[in-house]
């Protein structure tokens, strides 16, 4: 009996998993019973090239797109609203990250050949550098509301790798 109890059990739950996937592939495949819309993001000329990477809780979605002569600027698209920049100084500025608050974090050339790692929240630009690693090369990859941000950089410019967390972007 108790067999029959633990054979019903795994049937049952083999039904439920297979009645889940099914209902996540529905929606994937273009099911109407999810909410999607399809919104298209028009750069200012002359872009030639545009990514979205990051997309907060209040519609605000953040990228990078590339100008004519290949230049990375950073966006924020908002409320219908384009808002183009470059981190003040730089030859190439690329966003990977953005807080529900609308803190984007990414990164920067400039012309020493450096990566350098930024913070961007109501105009207000900040440099990331890493205590004790001042001259490392940094990469930015998430931030948090707080302004907490992670990545990783390299004490040596390429030879290692290491991973790091800032709190409060310090």
């Not at 109890?5 to 739950?13: A, D, N, R, Y």
């Not at 990051?54 to 990375?72: E, P, Q």
């Not at 529900?100 to 012309?111: A, D, E, K, L, M």
């Not at 440099?127 to 941000?149: C, E, K, W, Y």
């Amino acid at each position: 009996m108790r067999n029959h109890g633990k054979v019903l059990s795994l049937l049952m739950s083999v039904c439920f998993i297979a009645a889940t996937a099914t209902a996540a592939v529905a929606q994937a495949a273009g099911s109407t019973t999810g909410k999607c819309a399809f919104q298209k993001l028009s750069f200012p000329p002359p872009a030639t090239n545009g990514q979205a990477v990051a997309l907060n809780d209040l519609g605000g979605i953040a990228g990078t797109f590339l100008d004519s002569k290949n230049v990375g600027h950073g966006f924020l698209l908002y409320q219908g609203r384009l808002t183009t920049f470059m981190f003040p100084g730089s030859i190439f500025t690329s966003v990977s990250d953005m807080s529900r608050n609308g803190i984007i974090v990414g990164g920067y050339s400039t012309h020493d050949g450096k990566g350098h790692a930024f913070m961007v929240h109501a105009g207000g630009f900040r440099n990331i550098t890493l205590p004790g690693f001042p001259n490392a090369d940094v990469t930015v990859t998430g931030v948090n509301s707080n302004g907490d941000v992670v990545g990783n950089f390299s004490p040596d410019h390429g030879a290692t790798s290491l991973d790091f967390c800032c709190t409060m972007g310090n």
